[in-house]
T-cell receptor, first 115, second 113 residues
């Protein structure tokens, strides 16, 4: 079974631009979560989608948004980029059958650099 | 108080020794516990999951859970230089119909040849 895939793997943007990152979960997984990882803050939860619905959101500004499609693929968007948005963005998928806490499997991440 | 706490390290152990990594959590309703390994510049990969009190062994890795003390640990026997990485503890619970997963900031392990 193929793992979680994320595209692109690397991005370089300038302040004020916007960016869209994509995540394809493991086949059959319906839950997709996004995290931001920086050296100082560790893994910070952004949001979680299940069946095209955002069910949980972390403490990030509204510039960070996401969506999930009917095939469970997910995208996240960051508008008006700031230098502090430079980070590794990780997507994780889980089966989440019946709402029971389940293992999250991570994709390789997208390394975003904002200049 | 952080929801999931780990000593950031680095924890240095000689090759062949036992490495002991610890994690405490604050939410008594936590149901699932995970250890991830993350190499520098890579994404986290799952090592172990544990759901009930006691020990769970998988090869050189043993996870230990004590819900009463809100404590979970990971032991790595016969540590190898390839085990040098950051180890993330994650704690999960079902909250309002969705899964809430909280990660610790990780412990950096260095295995000295």
């Amino acid at each position: 079974k193929a793992g979680v895939t994320q595209t692109p793997r690397y991005l370089i943007k300038t302040r004020g631009q916007q960016v869209t990152l994509s995540c394809s979960p493991i086949s059959g997984h319906r839950s997709v979560s996004w995290y931001q990882q920086t050296p100082g803050q560790g893994l910070q939860f952004l949001f979680e989608y299940f069946s095209e619905t955002q069910r949980n959101k972390g403490n990030f500004p509204g510039r960070f948004s996401g969506r999930q499609f009917s095939n469970s693929r997910s995208e996240m968007n960051v508008s008006t980029l700031e230098l502090g948005d430079s980070a590794l963005y990780l997507c994780a998928s889980s089966l989440l059958a019946g709402g029971v806490p389940d293992t999250q499997y991570f994709g390789p991440g997208t390394r975003l650099t904002v200049l | 108080q952080k929801e999931v706490e780990q000593n950031s390290g680095p924890l240095s152990v000689p090759e062949g020794a036992i490495a002991s990594l610890n994690c405490t959590y604050s939410d008594r309703g936590s149901q699932s516990f995970f250890w991830y390994r993350q190499y520098s510049g890579k994404s986290p990969e799952l090592i172990m999951s544990i759901y009930s009190n006691g020990d769970k062994e998988d090869g050189r890795f043993t996870a230990q859970l004590n819900k009463a003390s809100q404590y979970v640990s990971l032991l790595i026997r016969d540590s190898q230089p390839s085990d040098s990485a950051t180890y993330l503890c994650a704690v999960s619970r079902n909250s309002g119909g969705y899964q809430k997963v909280t990660f610790g900031t990780g412990t950096k392990l260095q295995v000295i040849p």
